[in-house]
């Protein structure tokens, strides 16, 4: 896990020091009539010139961080004013915590990070709380009696939701009940200023918990389905237990194993859904930063966006595994 | 302004989409007569799920197919006095109805709608086969050899897997990406991947008759090199390919014959894109129907009769993998149009005059444009949930289908 974290911030690394963007880079960060030599004397001062394998080394920390100084003079000379680069030579990384300088925001990437996660996390919370007991819900009743007409339009329902990404969804429910009935906000913006309230939240929760619901509802469906074939049901059935009691005692338990898994894997899909929900709703949390550092040209931000992205969806799949093993019996852990 | 009320605009969509209720009903007809002989698709109309399925899909297809005609206006035609007009109002100049109203810079949805479903009907079937086709050509070896090679493909599946689709695009897909190699290199390998996988079965079944395996092999590597090279043969490669001094070859590649889909740089970037993050998942299902049959007693005696593993792979275990493929393709087919979508959403790739309906979804979803003139971004998403819904319950009865047999 730690080597796929590797490869993949060494990937993310070279995608966001390509020399397009470098270049923007020193154009935003010079005069703006700066010459071509301008920029390569700031793009060389300020260490972007030297050899990857050191740049890398410098972001994840082990490699010391040299201060940027004035070629002439010696003087030391911050890389951007707003931040508090090291002044002398020390390891300055994300090791030691210290994601970098965000050139679009004007502050360093630590401050501005956390409170994006919570804002996000906050909304993570309710989707998850809307979303995994209706999906769960639906998956059951659909598949507590197979092909019965209760199953198929349930089936029709989620295949439905399936086929409605984030975006439509949002545009969708924003005219129909903030444009046109006027229920409800159309922006989630208040929430982070004056807390999460029923009229700026329920819209973009709803919209992210549609797409997941039907996802979930089917893997459900599928193995609530394979379960209440088990010879275990039958003589549950055949002892005279009502249906309803054979449903919620005996089948719910294995029928929710693998809905598990699947709900786990849902964090890195929901990543996505985060970004978009969070542009439609003008909400600022973890997905609005990535937008705006991935669109201002801002490398540290988006590197750093992108290795906590990347954590979440490796941790994700280890607490999947892990949670797999716990609860169905027959897997046991090598 | 005045306009032509709610009954106006039913009839004067029903009015304009002719062709294709023409096709629709021909091919209905055409069903209906040789319902039995269709195997599998003619399967699909007996239960309502699998006959609404192919109905959607074939609408869409149709409509893209018929775009020119079904469309009153060019996509990208502005008409002032139009901008922002509600649905089914009348240009008091020429009498023409916007039968589904006219978008912030004053074009028509109904005409931007239908194009656009040309655009992603186009990219989404492609971009899939593709991967598909570099799924399966990884995946096969990995779950029949197993071992190192299996490990090695796997970890590296699952590095583009544990990738954000998300960030991958806004580090893939951007105008500054275009003067750098990577998206040229990656799409060279990538469409490498059909050429090689035709060549190898076209290899594995007739080697040793050289009267039928030339033929076939000379014609898979000019097809495949001409599909190649009109891929490739973007006006921003062939100007990478003069800086290191290729100009010989840069001409080359920009010969009028391989410029037959005239794909521009952005589209490249695009479908590069999709085709990368979409191929790990066949890849992985690949490997897991190859590991599964390789247990099976027909690879066993195809085993001791003394095949190739490269046989094996392409002509016993494919064919038996095709139920499952046929299923994920379809769905994939409508996961790639939401990825298509997304990227239009965020102005990623396609360019911002693009009838797209990821492109016009954002525009339509400003708040203020969402809040008065809400038919310029639902348009294109109804359109865009309909043709995935249409896949989605395609394949689910395929799936069905495909698990009665």
Known sequence: MLLTMLCLSAVVFMFV???????????????????????????????????????????????????????????????????????ESRLAGVLQGDFGCSTAFRTTVNQRLPEALKATGILMFWVMIV??????????????????????????????????????????????????????????????????????????????????????????RASMAEV????YIRTARLKGLSFGGVVVKHALRNALIAPFTVIMLQFPWLLTGVVVVESIFNYKGFGWLLVQAASNNDIDLVLAC??????????TQLISDIGYAFLNPRIRVA | METVGLIGIVTGIIGRLWPVWVALAVMLVAVWRFHRNLGLFGRLFETNVGTAGVLICAFWIFTAVFANIV?????????????????????????????????????????????????VLTIAPAATLIALLVGATLGLPAGYFGGRIDSTLSFLANLVLAFPVILLFYLLVTPGIMETWIPYIMGGVLFLFPIVFFCVLFYTRFAGRNEKLVPYLAATVVLGAWGWLNLMSTGTFAG????????????????????????????LNIFVAVVFASSPGVFRIVRGLAMDIKTRDYIAAAQTRGETPWYIMLWEMLPNARGPLIVDACLRIGYTTILLGTLGFFGLGMGSESPDWGTAIKDGSQVAQLRLYF?????????????????NLLADSLREQSLKD
């Open chain 1, 17 to 87: 020091n390509l020399e397009p963007n470098l270049r923007k880079l020193a154009i935003f960060q010079t005069e703006m009539r700066a010459s071509d030599q301008d920029l390569e004397n700031w793009l060389q001062r300020n260490g972007y010139r030297d050899n990857y394998a050191a740049r890398f080394g410098r972001w994840i920390g082990v490699w010391p961080k040299e201060p940027a100084r004035d070629p002439a003079t010696g003087a030391i000379m911050p890389r951007f004013r707003y931040c508090d680069e090291p002044t």
């Open chain 1, 131 to 220: 979303m995994v007991p209706v999906s769960l819900l639906i998956g059951v009743l659909a598949g507590m009696r197979e092909g019965s007409r209760l199953d198929r339009s349930l089936s029709v329902a989620s295949i439905a939701s399936t086929a409605t990404p984030e975006y439509v969804s949002g545009v969708i429910f924003t005219a129909v009940f903030a444009s046109w009935l006027g229920w409800l906000n159309g922006s989630a913006a208040t929430a982070i200023t004056k807390g999460v309230s029923f009229n700026n939240f329920t819209l973009p929760v709803m919209t992210m918990a549609i797409y997941g619901i039907g996802y979930i509802a089917r893997m459900t």
């Open chain 1, 228 to 231: 209440m074939t088990a010879q």
């Open chain 1, 306 to 315: 992108g290795l906590i992205s990347v954590l979440l969806v490796l941790l």
């Open chain 2, 71 to 119: 469309a009153p206006l060019d996509p990208r035609v502005q008409v002032a006095i139009m901008k922002n007009a509600v649905p089914g109002a009348i240009n008091p100049d020429n009498g023409m109805v916007f039968l589904l109203g006219g978008d912030h810079l004053a074009r028509d949805v109904f005409s931007r709608a239908v194009h656009g479903a040309r655009i």
């Open chain 2, 240 to 267: 990478k390919l003069r800086e290191i001094g290729l100009s010989p070859v840069a001409s080359f590649i920009q010969l009028p014959v391989f410029d037959a889909f005239g794909i521009e740089p952005n589209e």
């Open chain 2, 375 to 391: 038919w310029q971004g639902v348009t294109p998403a109804l359109s865009l949930m309909s043709l995935v819904l249409g896949l």
